[in-house]
Each structure stands twice: as C-alpha cells, then as structure tokens.
C-alpha cells in the first residue's frame, strides 16, 4: 500500500479528537452516483469530516492539485470500501482536520475520477480547476499498469519496481459481472479469475489446533469460509511480523482486520458455525486462533494464510514459525471451550477491503483494510 498515514497536515483518527469541532457529512457514491455529496467543504483545524460510503465500491484517497487521479506521496487511502445494493447501514469513515490547508481527495476506482468524482476540503477558489484537472487529465489515472478484459485481467510492474501494481478489470462475481480496481503484488496469486471460488477452512478438525488446508492461493472475488468443528477458536487477522497479535493493534500505520470472534462448539453438535471473508486483493492475508485457555493456540502454530508468497522469505512456514517463537503474545481474551452458545463475532475493522459474514449469513459486515487511522 502507498499510503503511510505518516501525513501531518491531517490524519485519519484512530481515537475521538482531542479537539473536536464541527462536524461535516459527506456522502461517498451511491446507486448510480459517482460523486462526493457536497463536492466540498470549508473546515476549521479540530472539525471532524464524516466519509459514509454507499453504493458501490469506492475510495477517500488523497491527491494533489496537479494530479488530481494520482495518489499523493504519503498521503492517505482509505481502500476500497464495497458496498451492496441492499446494504442500509453504511460504513463510515473520520478525519480530523488540522490546519486550514487545501486537502485534495479523489476516488481510484476503475475512471471514476477522470468522470469528476472528487472532494476537497478547503479548496478556497480552486476547486473548479482541480475537478477540471481530473475530467481532463486521463493520464493521471492512478492505475500504474491497466488491462481490462470481459473475465480476466493480468499486469506487469513497471521495471525496476516491486510495489504494488494497480489493475483495472471487469470480473464476474456471485454471477454478476462489475469492473474492479485492485492492488496485485508481484509474485503472488493470479490476480482475477473468470468467478469466484469457495475455500472452506476447517478449524480444529479432528480436535487439532489446525486450520485445514493452512496455506492456500485465492484470487480476487474468492471466497474464505472458515468452519469451525470443534471446541472453542476465531479466525483473526493478524501480519507475518506480528503472528499472534490482531492487526488492528500491532500495525504500525493504522491498519485493522476482520475477527470471526469466539466460535464454542459442543461436542455433540452437527450444526457448525462458519465465518466467510471474500478476497479483494491479491495481498497476502495472515490469521491465526487467539484462543488462550488454557494456553495459546497461535504459539502452537494455529495459523492460516492465503496468498503467501512462498518464493520470498514471508512464506507460509516461517509464519508459522515465528507464532511458535513469540509465545503467544494474542491480544485476545481466553474463553471457556465448549458452550452451547450461538456463534457470535464482531467486524474488527478491515483487508483489501474483505467483506465478512457469520454463519447462515444472518450477519454480515463489510471490512476493508484501512490504512493510516482510518476507522470504518
């Protein structure tokens, strides 16, 4: 990801404001909408700028004036943020704005901004020119490398380069077909498919303290379904430096992750809780048990990845490796295993963006992996 959240003219808030001011909505898309609504606003340092996103799947990604389509350097990116048609609670985002600075922001999906799909927050009397910059400045797309294809989309780094490539693709999903943007590393798993697959996840099959299969590729679009078959485990997001630890409290740049919560199983049942995560990137995606009772599961080596690169050294096995030398250092609180209780969990915050559900579906949450301190 380009975005270090490192920016100190505003950052996103990872707690309530120290100075809070006013505070200003601004609505993100919608069915058929591709602006900000307003396209504007004049804000004062300690004022609190509301991001709801809806409908379909959108950015906040700060630009510049000049290039209004390409991401600015160190600047912040909330990712991409996917919503449903039938979705009526929208995830929100917050920034806290510092000084009375201009605050360029645009959204990367697909050619959304060359379509003047752009916000700005104390643009004094430059906003005309800088919605006129993007309409007409196709070049500044931020994709670095593009291909767009009815059910697949490949791209080539830039030479010289190992960051991530920005693809643009029109992809079928659940049997629907919509164009994308995406990040897509190098080296990893092929970054779309014609449709999306399921990969079911068994947790603590057999009594083990395993997630089977551990180690898996998924492309954008497929689906992660962690089972859960006995005793009492999560699936959690967590990072390769940190194995044992959610993300959302041992990323250093903010970033946050999903969290399937506690899932007690009886012994005796036949109905088996599930969690689903859908990919949408081709980013690796690190998770581990954070059960503690009556000793850690991820310093046993209860860890999962999707789209390790397993030619570098960040590969599936020194993962593991590293959950068995940390000790077990989880955030999480132990629970009691075996309960009769209805699985229950909580959206920790984001990956890619990742949409999430529990169980049959009756629950489901959005998350995305937002960098910097942004909060959905």
Avoid at 73 to 102: E, I, K, M, Y
Avoid at 168 to 179: C, E, F, I
Avoid at 311 to 339: I, W
Wanted: some cysteine; glycine content about 10%; overall charge negative.
């Amino acid at each position: 990801m380009f975005a270090k959240f490192a920016f100190a003219a505003a950052l996103f808030a990872l707690a309530a404001p120290i100075s809070r001011g006013a505070v200003h909505n601004v609505t993100v898309g919608g069915p058929g909408i591709l602006k900000y609504d307003p396209q504007f606003v004049n804000a004062d340092p300690g004022d609190v700028v509301i991001f709801t996103f809806k409908q379909k799947n959108h950015t906040v990604t700060q630009s510049s004036l000049d290039s209004p389509c390409a991401p600015l350097q160190d600047g912040f990116d909330s990712g991409f943020v996917p919503v449903g048609d039938d979705v009526t609670d929208f995830p929100v985002a917050q920034f806290q704005v510092r000084d009375t600075n201009p605050v360029w922001v645009y959204c990367r999906q697909a050619n959304h901004c060359q379509q003047g799909m752009v916000f700005a927050i104390n643009p004094g009397d430059k906003f005309a020119a800088f919605q006129s910059n993007a309409v007409g400045n196709a070049a500044g797309s931020s994709s670095a490398a593009a291909a767009s294809t009815t059910n697949s989309a490949t791209a080539t780094a830039p030479a010289g380069t190992a960051s991530v490539v920005t693809v643009t693709a029109t992809v079928t999903v659940d049997g629907k077909t919509q164009t994308t943007t995406y990040g897509s590393y190098p080296g990893s798993a092929a970054p779309t498919s014609a449709s999306s697959q399921e990969h079911v996840i068994m947790v603590g099959q057999d009594g083990a303290l395993t997630f089977t299969p551990s180690n898996i590729s998924a492309q954008v679009g497929d689906k992660l379904t962690f089972k859960f078959v006995t005793k009492n485990h999560t699936a959690t997001q967590s990072s390769f430096a940190n194995p044992c630890s959610p993300l959302s409290e041992s990323s250093t740049s903010g970033q946050a992750g999903f969290d399937s919560g506690f899932m007690p199983v009886p012994a005796s049942a036949t109905d088996f809780p599930s969690f689903q995560v859908t990919v949408n990137d081709t980013a690796p995606i690190w998770v581990y048990c954070k059960q503690t009772n009556p000793a850690s599961h991820c310093a046993a080596g209860m860890v999962f990845s999707a789209n390790a690169i397993e030619s570098g050294p960040n590969n599936f096995g020194a993962f593991q490796a590293k959950a068995k030398a940390s000790g077990g250092s989880s955030a999480g609180s132990p629970s009691s295993s075996g309960s009769g209780a209805s699985p229950s969990g909580t959206s920790g915050d984001k990956n890619g963006a990742v949409g999430a559900s529990w169980g049959a579906g009756a629950l489901t949450a959005t998350v995305a992996a937002l960098v910097g301190a942004l909060v959905l």
